[in-house]
């Protein structure tokens, strides 16, 4: 292990120097136009990621910056200008085969391979967001098939078995990728998604409400899988304001509109923050409810932040959102709808659980998942 990275022992990460005063979209351009210098460790993710960032790329951004907080030397993978080979670590966030092309690269040069699948496997979204019902039986039966019969394997399974330290963001996603990839538990080293602790000092006042009334807040990409016209309806059934804070992939343009037309007379929508704007914090901080019915979750780091902000949850009890949050926010399965307006009704009424924000504040800030990242690459140099 280089010097670099063994100056900070893991004794010290409870009191980590200042990060650095910049967005994380400067932080990020700062970092892709660097002079191309050897690293500790290179990062990578898909080349189209962060064409319509979410929070996956927000996971990357996080964890980079509280690991350089912490002494580790990295930078973001250039394909032009990088050679895996001048690196110890190749970091991967998200399963892609490009992703897979770098880890076969890696290994045959001696470096070794971390993977954050950021992957969760739900059987009814498979069904329900495939184009015809026939497609989506497929999808269900092949992955239902996959998780017990060992022979059928893909690429998916190779990059698990190319990757000596696994990071599932979950128990239970760790164990759904020994289900279905036959991951070596070994290997498994869960670190969870973390939070910025800016979203407990948020002020509502910031956020400049296009009414005086009370809304549900709802933050992210605007796509099927989001479940983002089933929250209109259910808003729309309670007879509540709801303000929509992202964008839609240029694929679900059908899609967008289709909330939209829904949407009319009570839907406020607002184009994506930077994820480092105050008034996004500010927005969690106004709301009365913020809302989350997707088809899975793991657990979404919007929640995540709304928590904090102090802000009744709803939440999909698809994925892995009952192992971070307990008993302490709404869940409401994506296909029912009454489960959905039920959902938003106590929480409009309730506000949110006792606890909630405390539980997030001390099991999920950055400095947690950048401190078992950095325990992570140390098992693997050993």
Not at 278 to 288: C, F, G, W
Not at 327 to 339: G, I, L, M, T
Request: one cysteine or more; proline letters at 7%; charged letters at 25%.
């Amino acid at each position: 292990m280089t010097a670099t990275f063994a100056a900070k022992p893991l004794a010290t990460f409870e009191t980590l120097p200042a990060m650095e005063q910049t967005s994380a979209r400067e932080w990020l351009i700062s970092r892709a136009r660097a002079e191309a210098a050897p690293a500790f460790v290179t990062l990578h993710a898909p080349s189209f990621a962060f064409q319509t960032p979410g929070g996956g790329e927000n996971q990357l951004i996080q964890t980079a910056r509280h690991l350089e907080a912490l002494g580790v030397d990295l930078r973001l993978f250039s394909s032009w200008t990088d050679r895996l080979a001048e690196s110890k670590i190749l970091h991967l966030f998200g399963m892609s085969q490009e992703g897979l092309e770098l880890a076969r690269i890696a290994r045959k040069q001696g470096v070794k391979v971390v993977l954050s699948p950021i992957c969760w496997l739900e059987p009814g979204a498979l069904f329900a967001l495939a184009n015809s019902r026939a497609r989506g039986a497929w999808h269900a039966a092949k992955w239902s098939l996959k998780g017990i019969i060992p022979r059928i394997r893909g690429w998916r399974d190779e990059l698990i078995a190319l990757s000596d330290a696994i990071l599932p963001n979950s128990h239970s996603e760790a164990a759904q990728l020994q289900r279905f990839f036959r991951a070596d538990p070994t290997r498994i080293h869960v670190v969870p998604n973390g939070v910025d602790p800016r979203f407990a000092k948020a002020d509502a006042g910031l956020f400049a409400n296009p009414s005086d009334e009370d809304f549900i807040l709802y933050v992210g990409r605007i796509e099927p899988r989001k479940n983002v016209l089933a929250l209109i309806h259910a808003a729309k059934a309670i007879k509540k304001p709801l303000v929509i804070i992202g964008a839609a992939p240029s694929r679900e343009a059908d899609y967008l509109a289709r909330c939209r037309s829904a949407g009319q007379g009570f839907t406020t929508w607002i184009d994506a923050f930077e994820h480092d704007d105050p008034r996004l914090a500010a927005a969690y901080a106004a709301a009365r409810v913020f809302a989350l019915p997707s088809w899975f979750e793991t657990p979404g780091l919007a929640a995540l932040e709304a928590a904090l902000a102090g802000t009744a949850v709803v939440l999909t009890p698809h994925g892995c959102t009952r192992e971070y949050f307990g008993d302490r926010v709404e869940y409401a399965r994506p296909d029912r709808p009454q489960e959905i307006i039920d959902a938003l009704e106590r929480a409009w009424h309730d506000g949110p659980r006792p606890g909630l924000r405390s539980l997030v504040a001390e099991h999920y800030p950055w400095t947690v998942v950048a401190k078992r990242t950095a325990e992570a690459y140390e098992h693997v140099m050993r």
